[in-house]
């Protein structure tokens, strides 16, 4: 396993398109996160999935956005009618979950967004 | 107010200077990780720590849980070790983790 990938690396699109990025997380990780960062700033909190349910989702996360995990294993994020604030880097991350405590977070490389 | 506040947001250092960084929290937590950012995106995960002190080659974290308080030390840096450091924090009864908003390093040879 080489760690979590994310596809596209990059991608730009005009506004009022839709996208959607991929998530492959390390094979065993039951957790798997969301995040999205603009320049200058730390990681924001968008979602979270537990296996195949989405537990959390932050108010970041506006009716535009939906992430699924359907089997439990890859993550979809998709942004429909995208707008120049989107933006930004947008991070997968996974975590295996034992009892009540996390192990730490394994981040992918992200996937770079540029609405023009 | 930010949850997770980091300080210095940037740093500079000859190559050979010990550094730290230093982060504060003001909720109750699980567990705080320190990151690794390089240009480019990707992350790493340094440390995860709940109390006292890890160490692993060069680098140093430590955690005073009553002070709320965390410091990464980088013993004899080197221009390699020039990102962005991130201390993030899993907030009690949470799972997804909050980030401060980085130190940017620059070690100069």
């Known amino acids: 396993d080489t760690g979590v990938s994310q596809d596209p690396r990059h991608k730009i699109t005009k506004r009022g398109q839709n996208v959607t990025f991929r998530c492959d997380p390390i094979s065993e990780h039951n957790r798997l996160y969301w995040y999205r960062q603009t320049l200058g700033q730390g990681p924001e909190f968008l979602t979270y999935f537990q296996n195949e349910a989405q537990l959390e989702k932050s108010r970041l996360l506006s009716d535009r956005f939906s992430a699924e995990r359907p089997k439990g294993s890859f993550s979809t994020l998709e942004i429909q009618r995208t707008e120049q604030g989107d933006s930004a880097m947008y991070l997968c991350?996974?975590?295996?979950?034992?009892?009540?405590?996390?192990?730490?977070?394994?981040f992918g490389q992200g996937t770079r967004l540029t609405v023009v | 107010k930010n949850e997770v506040e980091q300080s210095p947001q940037n740093l500079t250092a000859q190559e050979g200077e010990f550094i730290t960084i230093n982060c504060s929290y003001s909720v109750g937590i699980s567990a705080l990780h320190w990151l690794q950012q390089h240009p480019g995106g990707g992350i790493v995960s340094l440390f995860m720590?709940?109390?006292g002190k890890k160490k692993h080659g060069r680098l140093i974290a430590t955690i005073n849980i009553q002070e709320k308080h965390s410091s990464l030390h980088i013993t004899a840096s080197h221009p390699r070790d020039s990102a962005v450091y991130i201390c993030a924090i899993t907030g009690a009864g949470s799972y997804q983790l909050t980030f401060g908003k980085g130190t940017k390093l620059s070690v100069i040879p």
């Open positions: 991350a996974s975590s295996l979950a034992r009892t009540t405590r996390d192990t730490e977070a394994f």
């Open positions: 720590l709940s109390s």
